[in-house]
């Protein structure tokens, strides 16, 4: 599942793991700090140099630099039985794409960039990085029609949550 920051992938992550049992999701890794209010569980907040000798590692599925932070996904170890949920951005879902052709890719975005702009601000982003990241939302979009991923609007976090488990029964089912 790919998208913009701060359309609230981490919402609907966290709500599909919770009424999927068959779904296991993958923390990724970030360089940047924790925000206010944040979860710590919500990545491994690492080092500069902790992340980069990961990548020496070969240790991540994908990894990016987005907005002068480097975030990544370590290969996964998820439990028998269970689908791996990956909440990445777009170059992420590429590079897992190119590795794993049969990935099902879901791009969830905002209502509109009003909205987008509205629930960056709200989470205590700072104005620098709401700019760079509307700018992005944008090429982001291209990115997922590229990869031929599946759109999504997050509307209302019920409705989005429903429609992407949807999505993956049908995808479980052929």
């Known amino acids: 599942m790919s998208g913009p920051g701060g359309v ?3 919402t609907i992550a966290a709500a599909l793991v919770a ?9 990724s ?8 209010g944040e979860p710590a569980e919500a990545y491994v907040f690492v080092s500069e140099a902790e992340f980069r000798s990961k990548i020496a590692e070969d240790g991540f599925v994908e990894w990016a630099e987005i907005a ?3 975030y990544g996904t370590p290969q996964p170890e998820a439990p028998a039985g269970k689908d791996v949920l ?3 951005d777009v170059q992420g879902a590429a590079q897992v794409r190119k590795n794993h052709p049969e990935a099902l890719c879901i791009f969830v975005e905002a209502p509109s960039d009003e909205e987008h702009e509205a629930r960056l601000r709200g989470r205590g982003d700072p104005e620098s990085h709401i700019a760079k990241r509307l700018a992005l939302a944008h090429s982001e979009r291209i990115g997922a029609t590229e990869l031929g991923a599946i759109r999504v609007v997050n509307d209302t976090l019920a409705d989005t949550v429903s429609e992407i488990a949807k999505i993956l029964q049908r995808s479980r089912t052929g």
């Open 8 to 10: 609230g992938k981490g």
């Open 19 to 27: 009424a999927d049992p068959c779904l296991w999701l993958s923390r």
């Open 29 to 36: 890794w970030t360089t940047r700090k924790r925000r206010p």
């Open 68 to 70: 002068s932070n480097l």
């Open 86 to 88: 990956l909440e990445i």
